[in-house]
């Protein structure tokens, strides 16, 4: 029932900044839990954070808290993912996902969009 799409991703250098959109259609943006994941070739999908419904209310992974920031804009059904002081590991295609409050799994997934963090 929703359709995601991420923008933004791009080559940048460690220390730098880089911010991810997350476009959203279908149906009520505002009611789905969105969340951000990230993965390498080869390597199984993680766990980025994720911003509740009405976008009060963040969590994130131990290996990105101080440095994301994830924030929506219901009016313009997106998310974001503010990525400050980059690092090399960071380096990842970055997926957007959505899903409703009292569900386990996330229901839909974006395309992806790569984002390379050089040294």
């Known amino acids: 029932q929703v359709q995601l799409v991420e923008s933004g991703g791009g080559l940048v250098q460690a220390g730098h900044s880089l911010r991810l959109s997350c476009a959203a259609s279908?149906?009520?943006?505002?009611?789905?839990?969105m969340g951000w994941f990230r993965q390498t070739p080869g390597e199984e999908r993680d766990y980025v954070g994720r911003?509740?419904?009405?976008?009060?209310?963040?969590y994130y992974a131990d290996s990105v808290k101080g440095r994301f920031t994830i924030s929506r804009d219901n009016a313009k059904n997106t998310v974001y993912l503010q990525m400050n002081n980059l690092k090399p590991e960071d380096t990842a295609v970055y997926y957007c996902a959505a899903k409703l409050f009292d569900r386990a799994a996330y229901d839909y997934w974006g395309q992806g969009t790569q984002v390379t963090v050089s040294s």
């Open positions: 911003i509740n419904w009405s976008g009060g209310t963040t």
């Open positions: 279908g149906s009520t943006f505002s009611s789905y839990t």
